[in-house]
């Protein structure tokens, strides 16, 4: 006769899926890590942190995220969003040789596009919609010319040391960063339509 196992499962009833009104639970055994424990057919974890997962699908809750929670996620977006910007920018910049102007404004564009796509699902947890998307195309054409005008100003002046570059586009970033982050919390994603 098999012996009990000391360590007991442990089922999350936590929607992993939401489609068509299906939900998955995860079932699991959790086993102290560095005990060497081998269990057959079951899965064992370790007590680890999980890593932060993006919601799948949209909910309606834009205002059920406390400020500190949205600030952190449109830090971490912004900061995804800036690697693809300053990416794009250095690639077309230094590699194709596209006018500085040029090439910041493509960056802009790929760097905003997905800062408004995660934006808008993580951080502010906002249903689509029409007046919403045109209220962030018109934010996003202020802060194009904000971004853009003051790059092209301190890659101008600044001295053509290393440097250059990267600072004209952090102090560009910054300022975009946050005249983004106070329109949209404040007005476009309070927006009920």
Do not use: H
């Not at 102090?171 to 960063?177: H, K, L, N």
Request: glycine share 8%; hydrophobic share 45%; aromatic share 10%.
């Amino acid at each position: 006769m098999r012996s009990a196992s000391p360590y007991s499962p442990v089922c999350e009833d936590r929607p992993r899926l939401r489609r068509a009104g299906q939900v998955s639970n995860r079932c699991s055994v959790r086993v102290p890590w560095g005990t060497g424990a081998t269990l057959v057919g079951v899965q064992a974890e370790s007590q680890l942190p999980l890593p932060a997962e993006l919601p799948l699908v949209d909910e309606p809750a834009g205002t059920d995220v406390d400020l500190k929670t949205q600030i952190i996620r449109f830090t971490l977006t912004g900061g995804l969003s800036a690697i693809v910007d300053y990416g794009i920018y250095s690639f077309l910049l230094n590699l194709i040789g596209l006018p500085v102007s040029v090439a910041k404004s493509i960056s802009f564009i790929a760097g905003t596009t997905t800062a408004y796509l995660i934006n808008r699902r993580w951080t502010f947890q906002a249903p689509p919609s029409r007046a919403r998307f045109i209220a962030v195309v018109i934010l996003y054409a202020v802060t194009f010319a904000v971004q853009v005008g003051i790059n092209q100003v301190l890659y101008a002046t600044l001295p053509g040391d290393w440097w250059r570059q990267p600072l004209a586009f952090v102090i560009a970033q910054g300022t975009a960063t946050v005249i983004n982050f106070v329109v949209q919390r404040l007005v476009i994603f309070k927006l009920g339509v």
